[in-house]
């Protein structure tokens, strides 16, 4: 190992003495016939003996540009280029510190008959609102894949978890030639695709196809990216197979195979394993640990992947997917896009917790639980999107989908509760079978119809869902008292249905106050949501040996109107450098509740509100903007909060509605800036957001001496929250191989809760504070080192003298490494350290390392790889949890070490004039 470093070194500075001849390069650009200055063009300098750009900036309002930096190559070339103009090019020769090319006059296309087409090479050009990036000007590793291209794009970053953002903004939504790609899922198309393929990558605002079709503002806080295919590459096939086997019984399996031809697009998914993976990753490199942090456990037992649901339950899981999406173009002005998923898992877990529960008066009560879950989830789903364009100025979107869930879950627990003499006072367990199916059909249909060339337009909307869900469960319980002795035992069967249908309208009207600028816009939206819920609960006849002695305090049955009507006007003013907006509504609703089991508890409310939403974004350059939002909104209370029933399911925490409620009131501002130097290699972006939340809903709890909890619902004023981040990023270009990248992050968050115990009120105010530090080094394509260090500092306060404040640290440290050499090896290692010093009962450190090593065979058309998951043994998950009237440690199971052999082979036919090539598949 030292002899490799001493080498790695010795490369290193070998390189760093190499000779570099810096350079600034100025000018002015405007058009040949105005004279006006041009914005935006893109200015790049490449060296003349692989066209490899060099450097490269954009020019500001004024025309101006100002290029610098430093190249080991004396023969450079200068492009310039902008949209509807003609490129221009000089020859630039080091040493020349200083160039001053004075006013350059670009002249409108020449190629206006489209005789010969000219490609752009400029690396980034600014068209409107979209940013569009040149792949050909990013250099990655033979075989990536576009989440690998995508984090060589300036102002784009990708997490750990595959994560996007860009300029510190999430993108939701990755398109292939302008369609969805698997329902918009980000990861199967980033981490799927081949970088070879893609011609461009084009950055937006996030929009519907309404909003595109009328060119109204997207949404400022998300991204969309859009992949644009070589034309050459649109037609064959492509796809990869990969298979793998490992100790411990581990296994994982996964294919994907499409087929392009043009406007045609045919892709089909299938995918088996049980290391907690989705299967997507294909078993390489990249994301292949499942439980690394990519996957989001649910309470309902169901676990998804950037939002896309794969079954259920936590532990080690068992997981098969199957998926298929078909796209297409009929005659001119007809879209489709039709996906199909199937996803079943089955999974194990055992958890336990310790809670330390804190009372207003300083007395403490301890919580203990254990238990184990076992799940099995299958989903199917179908979703469709039909584009139908009649003419320039109409436009029908229909969008239907349908989702079938079947579940079965064994549920075990124990609980017990103790003193703050530790003296034993209450104990409980429970085991749970449920049998449940449900049933979703969704259809939105909208119209879209611009009615002048000033911006005038008229859009109408319906969407109805359609829910239908039935369980069956059998539950044993038995709770036990100490200091008033008390024994309840349960053995019940309860059937349930529950079914939802929802009407949601909106039709809006824009008249331009100043054409194609200033605008009024009208709007009306309606929505009904009517539940019907039916639970019919059975306790066990010992006498019969059947269910059917009825419980009536268990069951229900009744039928849930929830009606809101909201007209609402809006200014709307765009410009070039900003665009503001200002909208009001009055807010109408209505809450019916017809409970035909307990006819007294039955209620009509009605709620009127005024709603506000204000936006201001400003773009101070090419390079820089700022946006801001401000947002009223008023929440009626839910059913289960209003309705003045009493809830003793949990025969350890009774809740009781309060029909009292008033609608919660939040006040919400955020703003957001961000700055990228495309030249200097520099991004910087940081936003707030804060609400105030006044008629805040919140529980109000009493405990007695059994330690047995009581529960209602209060309103309370004064609460907010409040959440703030930062980043700024640097990337140096050591020699012409080696770069180095560094970035400080910074996150913050406060809230002040208002909360009821025993009935003190009091309010906390938790703080967190988390510092990230990162670093990458990027040395001639043969290694990549990662390391960011992270620690959260936490803090909760009280106005009360009988609560103690809280402290709380959490650090993580992260190496990740990859290295290819020699040229056909590649080894990559994700190493991670936790250290929690303030848990109880559980290891407060452990160190989480993966490892894999892929050699690249049959013309690098397939590898195999041999990977080490928790190459220490060390893994665990243990967590620290603060709240403001407990703290919790808790653990759980999960995935541990395995070794795995693995076999992936890709395949490509496209760019092959035509040429489809016929693949025999064997498994």
Not at 292 to 307: A, C, K, L, Q, V
Not at 439 to 467: M, R, W, Y
């Amino acid at each position: 190992m030292k002899k490799l470093f001493f080498v790695f070194t010795l490369l290193l500075s070998a390189q760093l003495s190499a000779q570099s001849y810096p350079f600034k390069i100025k000018g002015k650009i405007q058009s040949e016939k105005e004279k006006t200055p041009i914005e935006a063009a893109t200015i790049h300098l490449e060296r003349v003996k692989d066209s490899s750009v060099i450097s490269y900036t954009i020019s500001n309002e004024k025309g101006e540009f100002s290029l610098e930096g430093k190249s080991f190559f004396k023969d450079l070339k200068l492009f310039i280029s902008y949209v509807g103009m003609d490129n221009y090019t000089k020859k630039i020769q080091l040493p020349a510190s200083q160039i001053n090319l004075g006013v350059i006059n670009l002249k409108e296309e020449s190629n206006v008959l489209n005789e010969v087409v000219i490609k752009s090479r400029a690396p980034i050009t600014v068209k409107k609102d979209t940013l569009e990036f040149n792949v050909k000007s990013f250099k990655t590793k033979k075989d990536a894949n576009v989440e690998d291209l995508l984090k060589k794009l300036p102002g784009v970053e990708v997490d750990a978890e595959g994560k996007i953002t860009v300029n510190g903004k999430p993108v939701n939504k990755i398109l292939v030639n302008g369609k969805p790609f698997f329902g918009n899922d980000p990861t199967i198309t980033t981490k799927n695709l081949s970088k070879e393929i893609i011609e461009k990558v084009q950055i937006t605002d996030t929009k519907t196809k309404s909003e595109a079709f009328t060119g109204e503002k997207g949404d400022a806080n998300n991204k969309t990216i859009n992949l644009t295919i070589k034309k050459e590459n649109n037609k064959g096939w492509f796809g990869r197979v990969s298979a793998g086997t490992g100790t411990e019984k581990r296994y994982e399996g996964a294919t994907m195979i499409n087929r392009f031809d043009n406007d045609q697009r045919f892709s089909i998914l299938a995918s088996t394993n049980n290391i907690n993976s989705p299967g997507f990753s294909f078993g390489e490199i990249q994301k292949m640990f499942g439980g690394g942090g990519s996957i989001w456990f649910n309470s309902n037992g169901s676990f998804s992947i950037n939002g896309r649901r794969f079954g259920g339950g936590q532990g080690v899981i068992k997981s098969s997917t199957v998926g298929a999406t078909y796209a297409d173009t009929y005659k001119k002005g007809l879209d489709v896009n039709v996906n199909y998923f199937y996803s079943g898992s089955s999974s194990e877990n055992d958890a336990k917790s310790n809670r330390e529960n804190i009372l207003p008066d300083n007395q403490r009560f301890f919580s203990n639980s254990n238990s184990n879950s076992l799940d099995e989830n299958d989903n199917h789903a179908i979703d469709a999107e039909i584009d139908i364009e009649i003419d320039s100025t109409l436009l029908i979107n229909i969008r239907p989908s349908f989702v079938f869930n079947k579940r079965d879950g064994n549920y075990k627990r124990k609980e017990e509760s103790l003193d703050n003499d530790n003296v034993l006072t209450n104990r409980s367990t429970s085991t749970i079978n449920n049998s449940s199916t449900a049933k979703n059909f969704k259809n939105s249909l909208e119209i879209t119809k611009k009615l002048n060339s000033k911006g005038s337009f008229i859009k109408a909307s319906i969407t109805n869902q359609i829910d239908k869900s039935t369980s069956e469960e059998y539950a044993l319980l038995n709770r036990e008292t100490f200091k008033v002795p008390s024994v309840e035992n349960r053995n019940q069967f309860s059937d349930v249905s529950n079914d939802l249908n929802t009407i949601n309208t909106r039709i809006s009207y824009r008249y331009p106050l100043i054409s194609k600028k200033f605008f009024l816009d009208f709007n009306y939206r309606y929505r009904r949501d009517e539940r019907e819920n039916v639970e019919n609960t059975m306790d066990f006849n010992s006498v019969t040996n059947q269910y059917d002695l009825f419980n009536t305090d268990l069951s229900s049955n009744f039928t849930y109107n929830d009606i809101t009507k909201t007209p609402s006007v809006e200014l709307v003013y765009k410009s070039k450098k900003w665009r503001f907006n200002f909208e009001t509504g009055f807010v109408n609703r209505t809450l019916e509740n017809n409970d035909k089991l307990r006819p007294q508890l039955s209620l009509n409310r009605d709620f009127n509100n005024i709603n506000l939403d204000a936006g201001f974004r400003y773009t101070f350059e090419s390079k820089a903007s700022i946006y801001f939002d401000y947002s009223l909104e008023n929440n009626a209370p839910s059913l289960n909060q209003i309705q003045p029933f009493t809830d003793i399911s949990n025969p350890l925490n009774i809740v009781t509605g309060n029909p009292n409620l008033r609608p919660t009131e939040r006040h919400r501002g955020y703003i957001n800036f961000h700055k990228y130097n495309w030249q200097k290699g520099t991004g910087m972006w940081f936003y707030v957001s804060g609400g105030l939340n006044n008629n805040q809903i919140v529980s109000k709890s009493t405990v007695n001496d059994d330690l047995v909890r009581t529960t209602t619902y209060e309103n309370v004023n004064g609460a907010y929250d409040i959440w703030a981040g930062g980043s700024y990023s640097k990337k140096i270009k050591l020699d012409s191989i080696t770069n180095l990248r560094f970035k400080i992050d910074g996150r913050l968050n406060s809230q002040k809760s208002i909360n009821f115990f025993n009935d003190v009120k009091y309010s906390a105010v938790t703080t967190g504070v988390t510092p990230v530090v990162g670093l990458r080094l990027d040395w001639n394509k043969i290694i990549r080192i990662n390391t960011e260090y992270a620690v959260r500092f936490s803090r909760t306060s009280f106005d009360i003298d009988n609560f103690e404040n809280q402290n709380f640290t959490r650090h993580t440290f992260d190496i990740r490494t990859r290295t290819n050499f020699p040229k056909k090896l590649e080894w990559r290692n994700n190493i991670k350290y936790t250290y929690n010093p303030d848990v109880i009962g559980f290891n407060k450190s452990a160190w989480f390392w993966n490892s894999t090593l892929a050699y690249s065979i049959l013309n690098d058309k397939a590898s195999i790889t041999l990977k080490a998951y928790d190459l220490l043994n060390q893994n665990n998950n243990a967590q620290r949890r603060a709240t403001n009237n407990y703290i919790e440690d808790s653990e759980s199971t999960v995935l541990q070490q395995y070794f795995m052999l693995g076999f992936s082979w890709k395949f490509n036919s496209l760019g092959k004039k035509g040429k489809i090539r016929e693949y025999d598949f064997h498994f």
